[in-house]
Nanobody
């Protein structure tokens, strides 16, 4: 059982910034994300979507809607994951989840992940 903890959510006005952090633990020890790991979000009534992620091969994917505004980063090795969110918009309002796989996956998409945190809420007001 891998326990994931996300922090950093909150309420900001449009144009503001937030930084999310994610760490994980397994058997009371820190966990290293060795494969796919990223940030995903789900707004009320919508499907969970990928925001930014490291693929299993280390390449990075961003949703078109956040390119140029959000930046994903991680410690090396990947024991912590971050998401710097700038120029926030009301449409970025959602619950943000840190998700990962414990195995090599060709796709770093929600339906392929087996490790999830409980999420942190981000609310952007206009």
């Amino acid at each position: 059982q891998v326990n994931v903890v996300e922090t950093g959510g909150g309420s900001v006005q449009a144009g503001g910034s937030l930084r999310l952090s994610c760490t994980a633990f397994h058997a009371a020890s820190g966990y290293t994300f060795n494969y796919c790991v990223g940030w995903f979000r789900q707004a009320p009534g919508k499907k969970r979507e990928r925001v930014a992620a490291f693929n299993s091969d280390g390449t990075i994917e961003y949703a078109d809607s956040v390119k140029g505004r959000f930046a994903i980063s991680a410690d090396n090795p990947k024991t912590a994951l971050y998401l710097q969110m700038n120029s926030l918009k009301p449409e970025d309002t959602a619950r943000y989840y840190c998700g990962a796989t414990s195995f090599y996956s060709s796709y770093c998409l929600p339906e392929y992940l087996n490790i999830w945190g409980k999420g942190t809420m981000v609310t952007v007001s206009s």
